[in-house]
């Protein structure tokens, strides 16, 4: 497809046109394609950035995904927070501003099991109107009951959609199962999860090929699940000391990273783009003018790590330590709203 | 002769209705409410903390000076349009409701069956109903049937600035209106709203074109000014649009030598 084309008609998704987005003489269009991503954004957004935190209740886990700190061959601390510490920990959260929180956990189906969650969900209902997962792959009747309990949100990443990768980064564990992950967003969309968060690690494979198969995944859910929103995070891995970058080949650079988050907003325009404070402020605070319509603030990715600061249970580093305040007072000297809540406990009876 | 527009026994002044999302700060928001001359606001309740009158979307809408119209955006069927009505009620006791039910969260088209369906309830339990639907005259005399206050067709999809896309379908709805019509959804630019009202639309309302512009305060002033324009234009009554010109020498004019 000719590039000046997938850049400026409004066609939507195509493998054609994402495959010309993404293409390395595309990347000389980089600041064109931003320039028309912020104005699709903005007309359909706003000038707005919603804010969430993630709350994370477990970093047991029953998997060995080498480029995860939880992994359960690594000596990492472990720490369980009850149902009353994980309300606390909300608590501090829910004084910070915040509305829309993200339960995440380890594959810790013994601890955070379904009536856990869904417990959990009915205390949190009090304080957040929108409550999301990030959680193991559960079935239909489990996310049946979540969805009651008040969770109408869920994330799950692939890591790779590509098969022989996948196997090669997810040997033993439930996770080696490839289809009962990928299938898992269906899964929630069919019990009335609202929004469906995909995305893939990004530096696991070739993230051409990556990108296509997540366009393709997206296509599908938002074709089959019409009444669910699909939004895309961007999860990446950093050089840092405990990866090895020979496991890991295909790590991206900033530029790379732009021409994904850009390329996917031109082709699907009404999608939330998330990014999460695993990337740099200068980054953030860049990207939330160009694409991104929702991002976490002030987290704390270590089970109670709210109440206390203890980084050594964190699943990975924070690359972005501002307060929730500070976001939002970066995004207000951009001209964009913070919005703390954009949903309603009302719409789950 | 300066007409009103009344809906259920309230009297407006302006036919101008302001929509509240996608500004940069709640000032900005109020400026241009202010601007707008607007005597109706509507605010989505997934948004505020409608029990809240701290929340800071509410506080900075003056509400001795605008009618806040609650809307249930997000709903996906009737069943959660009427709990999320009952409760802002509850709250608030705000009577009045923008019934908005839109399953798809893409494009935000409203749903005509469950919009009926929501809309019969609510009427019975006393709410003043303006639903929100697609062009569609037969549904729009369907919601007059059942009570609704006004209703609110699509001029094209919600935040899309397309304008009256919908055109000939909102003719129709207009011709057979025991009610108000008031355009909402997709009006880009005031030259839009003016059109609406010139076809005579009761009101308009309008958000993403305010908002979104470069300078909503500017933006609002000029929404103001073409919704009156077109009113006054619909009052006066046009000349009518012929598709040719009257000839100076017509050709049968031989007839009357």
Known sequence: ?349 | MKDKLIIAGKEFSSRLFIGTGKYASNKIMADSIEASGTQMVTVALRRVDIQNPQDNMLAAIDRKKYLLLPNTSGARNADEAVRLARLARAATEINWLKLEVTPDPYYLLPDPVETLKAAEILVKEGFIVLPYINADPVLAKKLQDIGTATVMPLASPIGSNQGLKTKAAIEIIIAQATVPVVVDAGLGMPSHAAEAMEMGADAVLINTAIATAGNPVKMAEAFKKAVQAGREAFEAGSSGVKNQADASSPLTGFLRD
């Open chain 1, 1 to 349: 497809m000719d590039l000046q084309k997938a850049i400026y008609d409004d066609t939507g998704y195509s493998v054609e046109r994402l495959a010309a987005l993404l293409s390395p003489e595309a990347q000389k269009y980089l600041e064109p394609m931003a320039q028309k991503a912020r104005q699709i954004t903005r007309q359909r957004f706003g000038n707005t950035i919603q804010l969430y935190a993630p709350l994370y209740v477990s970093n047991f886990c029953v998997n060995s995904c080498p480029y995860c700190a939880f992994n359960r061959q690594s000596d990492l601390p472990r720490k369980r927070l009850t149902i009353e510490q994980a309300c606390k920990e909300a608590d501090i959260l829910a004084d910070d501003g915040f509305r829309h929180i993200l339960i995440v956990s380890g594959e810790d189906t013994k601890f955070v099991s379904i009536p856990y969650l869904a417990e959990l969900s009915q205390k949190l209902r009090e304080k957040f109107s929108s409550i999301s997962i990030e959680i193991y792959p559960a079935s239909t009747e489990d996310y049946e009951k979540l969805f009651t309990a008040g969770i109408d949100s869920i994330a799950i990443y692939q890591e790779t959609y590509d098969r022989s990768d996948y196997a090669k980064f997810h040997k033993t564990g439930p996770k080696a199962d490839y289809d009962w992950r990928l299938e898992t967003l269906q899964r929630a969309a069919q019990a009335g999860f609202r929004s469906l968060g995909l995305g893939f690690l990004i530096g696991l494979s070739d993230w051409h090929a990556q990108m296509q198969a997540l366009a393709q995944h997206a296509d599908y859910l938002m074709k089959k699940y019409w009444q669910a929103k699909v939004s895309f995070s961007f999860p990446r891995l950093r050089p840092a000391e405990n990866v090895d970058e020979k496991l890991f080949k295909y790590m991206i650079s900033d530029t790379q990273l732009v021409q994904m988050m850009v390329s996917l907003r031109l082709c699907f325009p009404d999608s939330e783009i998330v990014l999460s404070t695993r990337e740099k402020p200068n980054f953030r605070d860049n990207m939330a003018q160009i694409c991104v319509t929702r991002m976490s603030a002030g987290s704390r990715t270590n089970p109670g790590g709210y109440a206390q600061k203890d980084e050594s249970l964190s699943q990975f580093e924070i690359a972005d330590d501002r307060t929730p305040d500070q976001v939002a007072e970066m995004l207000k000297s951009k001209n964009l709203q913070a919005v703390w809540k954009d949903w309603d406990k009302a719409f789950i009876k």
